[in-house]
């Protein structure tokens, strides 16, 4: 067993280093950009047309080149197009995309979180965050006490005091329960994000942390490795069960 645990330290110390590693590496935003969970700025929907989905903003259009990526209430996009001294910016949205994330439900003048990538010289200050929402949630009571319904296959990956993204913010749960999960939301974080504009049925983009996912996998083939290892009779010298 000592074998076993110190396999798994080993697997779960190499993956810190490369998540460390691909926030480190000034190159990794342009294939797989990261987040931190932490606003930059309060934008608004300009308009939506099909695919084509423009967003009101200026911060974060202050570097922005042409395939620069945005979150945009916790979803990684991809600006096409922009207007920084009109202080907006497009993206292209997939039908999947639509589909899959709180994206879909808006409509002009909506507000929506917006936060660049995370760059060498950033602090971390949230969490990491793909913007690769997983599920689709609904709040179930507002902030200061926030509750969010979480879908069943997600549940695992929500513990106390662990990290999860709620429209792409990085807040800190509290309070897990079977169906749910409560956060506390600070007057700062409602004040400038889409938090204290919501109530009870709205839904909310939510990723879990990748940590939890990676380490999962990582450790799957090794509890099966040591529920064999312990389901095998100790045998003594002469080959019988002790």
């Not at 202050?62 to 993206?91: H, K, M, P, Q, Y």
């Not at 879909?104 to 793909?130: C, I, K, M, T, Y």
Request: charged residues 20%.
């Amino acid at each position: 067993m000592f074998k076993f645990y110190s396999r798994c330290l080993a697997g779960l110390g190499c993956l810190a280093i490369s998540c460390l590693r691909c926030v480190l590496t000034p190159d990794y935003a342009e294939g797989n950009s990261l987040f931190t969970g932490i606003v930059e700025e309060l934008g608004s929907i300009a308009s939506r047309d099909g695919s084509a989905l423009v967003v009101n903003g200026r911060t974060v259009l202050e570097d922005v080149e042409l395939g620069s990526s945005i979150a945009v209430n916790g979803c990684c996009l991809t600006v096409v197009e922009w207007d920084t001294a009109g202080g907006w910016f497009r993206v292209d949205v997939s039908q999947e995309t639509y589909d899959r994330t709180q994206l879909g439900d808006l409509r002009g003048g909506d507000p929506v979180n917006l936060e660049r990538p995370v760059r060498l010289a950033d602090r971390l200050g949230g969490h990491l965050v793909q913007g690769h929402v997983d599920a689709v949630g609904e709040i179930v009571q507002s902030v200061p006490d926030l509750v969010v319904k979480i879908p069943t296959e997600l549940r695992r990956y929500i513990v106390q005091k662990g990290s999860v993204t709620v429209d792409g913010i990085s807040l800190t749960v509290v309070d897990p329960q079977q169906e749910t999960f409560g956060v506390a939301v600070i007057p700062h974080t409602s004040e400038v994000t889409t938090l204290g504009r919501k109530g009870p049925g709205d839904r909310v983009n939510l990723e879990v942390d990748v940590m939890a996912k990676y380490a999962e996998q990582l450790l799957s083939g090794y509890v099966g490795q040591a529920a064999a290892t312990t389901s095998q009779p100790l045998t003594g010298s002469t080959g019988t069960s002790l």
